[in-house]
Each structure stands twice: as C-alpha cells, then as structure tokens.
C-alpha cells in the first residue's frame, strides 16, 4: 500500500473542473483498466522507459475503498458507485500497489505491464 493508483479518466469524470482532480488523494493517474481481471495481484507495471531510470511498481491485493475526505469531496453517491457491486471489480476506486524500483515518472509516460507468471 506504498501507492494509489486511479483510472484518470474516471477521476476525470468524479472531478468535472480538472482542477479538482488532484482532490482524489491518490499519487498516480493511468489511463489504463484497472480492474481485477486486467491487473490481478502481482502484475507489475513498468513506468516510464527502464533504460531512463523509470519505475516498476506491483499490484498488490489489499483494495482500495476510499476514505471520509473522498466523501467529503466528491460525495457519497461517488462512493456508492465506485465501490457498489459492479465498481470494485472493475477498481474504479483504483488499486493499491508497492515500489519495486523507484524511478523517474511523467506525465504521459508509456506504462507496460508485466502479469505475473
């Protein structure tokens, strides 16, 4: 649980005024599907170019749900639908992952993932 990982696209739709995306709370936005079925538990996703010192992190199966100040920001139907039946397969929420290699990350860098086995 070291990073939170989000679809941009949806924090984008919850926020409305870009401006209010960073109001999500999590460190990490990707344009990529996060569900359970596309990123199972172990799969890594490697950030960035390796050979420019970018970063490897790991999906990890600890959920993410959210907390008050996402309440609070976005309200709890938000929640209710991020979280409801269909939501937290898909992790609309987003994903908890772990640091395997620091490194440098950017806005539009390429995200390759790597699942596990």
Do not use: W
């Amino acid at each position: 649980m070291q990073l939170n990982v989000m679809n941009a696209r949806l924090v984008a739709f919850l926020a409305g005024d870009p401006e209010r995306r960073a109001l999500a709370g999590d460190q990490l936005y990707l344009d990529l599907d996060l569900s359970h079925e596309n990123l199972p538990a172990g799969t890594r996703l490697v950030l960035g170019d390796p050979a420019t010192r970018g970063a490897v992190i790991e999906v990890t199966e600890v959920p993410h749900t959210g907390c008050a100040k996402f309440v609070e920001r976005f309200g709890a139907e938000a929640m209710r639908f991020v979280n409801g039946r269909d939501g937290r397969p898909l992790r609309l929420r987003g994903l908890n992952a772990r640091v395997v290699t620091a490194g440098r990350v950017r806005p539009g860098d390429p995200v390759t993932v790597v699942r596990p086995g």
